[in-house]
């Protein structure tokens, strides 16, 4: 059966598609410089063919033109000058062509109306150049005064006859059949001052070129004519229509020869557009190419590789810039994810390592518990087996408690920062629970300032002197700032000699640094100088945040300068064995630092003056208040508005 209709028009549908992708297929296989090429030489090429019709167009026109105006301002002046023109016929000067159709009657030896043709230019050869023009008086689709374009037809002179009369010395001129051309006109030739009334009378005989003219010749010949058409008045009574015309053969050589040039100069600027062009793309190109180099290596797991600048300004280097940018985040993510998948790994392992230790404590005394109860005196063994089990599991209740603190904390649960904490009160609480576990422990109370630099040998730096604690009152969670504390104050407990002192110190100072910049500070050295730097900006304009300083400094053993970052790391102990004599876990700075960074604060470890380990807490307060006057009614009114970095105000 034969398909429908709907059915033939979805395969032409179809496979007019798939001729467009077959198409669209080949086309994206070409590489872009091959294109953009492709494309700059067609621009080339239709520009410069636009240009030279352009330019061929109007100078034809105007030659055109030129040539109208010459005819109309000198037709006069060729009628009025035939036999001297006439003459010189065969010298050259003359190329005016000029002929006279009688329409008053006046008629020829075969009684048609007479037609006299005065003026014909020859070329070498005798080579002559006929228009096409209207027969026997005919003026229909012609205007007299407006030029035309006629073809015109080749002939040669081939036989030239002088006819005289003796009767009134006057010879009318005569025609003869043989001289009539192709397209029906006379082609006699008269040679007399006045045409109506010659003394002597030319005959001239045209016939087809023969075969050995000459071609240059025969070639200028077939050019057309542009004729003007005018009327022979005499006496008041009109005799005659005249053409006069010029050959445009020297109008086309010009155009042709014009038009040679434009050839000639557009391919030269196709070609050395082209040649510039492919110069400059593939110049352009290049930061590409190095781009596709440095993306290979990068994808095959070289991060440090980087595309080669160039000025910004151009779309390659702004593009450079941003992939630069982009590779350099990409890079730092990967080392942080590196980063992040070693600690936990190595978080797992010391998990399974500190549960595993309470789990196989708990397991031997058990066992044991079995074999010796049997035995004498079993009771008393089993007593001491049942302790060794109850302070292990204490122990692993201890541990699991701290990582389910900090997987809590990683996630932002279990911690309450919208609260209000009493410092001040936070920390004497502190110091009694120290004095209470070391009575003999000398612990001092210090007032912490900021000490200006004195010169660049002397940096500015944090100064304890004697003095009463201010009362701080700042927003978080108290909880947690409370284990905060316990953390540190339970280190100095444990690992620094009971006879040796011990300061705590607590003060109030601005500091030119935001928090959330401030938390995201590493537990170093040089974050500690960072911040000692933006206190010693934040009280000389007055500007930043206000901020809780709090120093707890012993003067233990210390610990060595490349083991103080890895202190909050979790499950780090600079000695395991005494860490788990002491009952400590290894989780206790991690917690500690965890809590003060969901609080927007810092916290490191530096070494003190003489021995020792020093713990700096830095809190935010609130933003510095910035005074606003405003003159209402004659009155002065002065606001302060105290904000808090969580946002909102927060009145005093």
Known sequence: MPASAPEAVARMKEHHNRKKNMFFGHFDRISLSSKLVACTIAVLLIGVSVISFSIRALVSNYMLSKTDNQLKSQSQMVFENIVTLAKNDNAGPNSYFLQIQYTDGTLDNEGNPLVVTPLMPQLQDDIVSVPVLPTNGDTSGITFGQPFTTQAVVKQVVQVQNNSSDSNNTTKPQTDPNTQDDAGNDAGNSGSKNAPNSSNSVTTILSNPSSNANHAAVSTARSPWRILPMTFTENGKERAVVYIGLSLSDQIDIVSTLSRYCVVVGIAVVLLGGSLATLIIQHTMTPLKRMEKTAAKIAAGDLSQRIPSAPENTEVGSLAASLNTMLTRIELSFHEQEETT????????????????????????????????????????????????????????????????????????????????????????????????????????????????????????????????????????????????????????????????AEIALGVMPAAIDPK????????????????????????????????????????????????????????????SRAREKGGTGLGMAIAQSVVKAHHGFICATATDGGGLTFTVVLPIEQMPAAQSAQTAGKTKEAKQKSSWFGGERKS
């Open 342 to 501: 070693d600690k936990m790994k190595r978080f797992v392992s010391d998990a399974s390592h500190e549960l595993r230790t309470p789990l196989a404590a708990i397991h031997g005394y058990a066992e044991l518990y079995k074999m010796q109860r049997d035995m004498p005196g079993a009771l008393d063994r089993a007593d001491e087996s049942i302790e060794h089990i109850e302070r292990s599991s204490q122990r692993m209740t201890v541990l699991v408690e701290d990582l389910l603190s900090l997987a809590r904390l990683d996630e932002g649960r279990g911690i309450d920062v919208t609260g209000t904490v009493k410092l001040s009160s936070l920390v004497t609480d502190a110091v009694d629970d120290l004095h209470a576990l070391d009575p003999d422990r000398a612990i001092g109370r210090m007032l912490i300032g900021l000490e200006p630099a004195r010169d660049l040998n002397h940096p500015a730096s944090l100064s304890l002197t004697e003095g009463d604690w201010p009362t701080i009152t700042l927003p978080g969670d108290a909880s947690r700032l409370r284990q905060v504390v316990t953390n540190i104050v339970g280190n100095i407990h444990r690992y620094t000699p009971i006879d040796s002192s």
């Open 517 to 576: 910049q401030l938390s995201g500070l590493p537990a170093t050295d040089a974050s500690m100088r960072r911040f000692v730097e933006a206190a010693e900006v934040g009280a000389s304009m007055s500007t930043g945040y206000r901020y809780a300083v709090l120093r707890f400094v012993d003067h233990g053993s210390g610990v060595p300068d490349e083991s103080r970052p890895k202190i909050f790391e979790r499950f780090y102990t600079a000695d395991p």
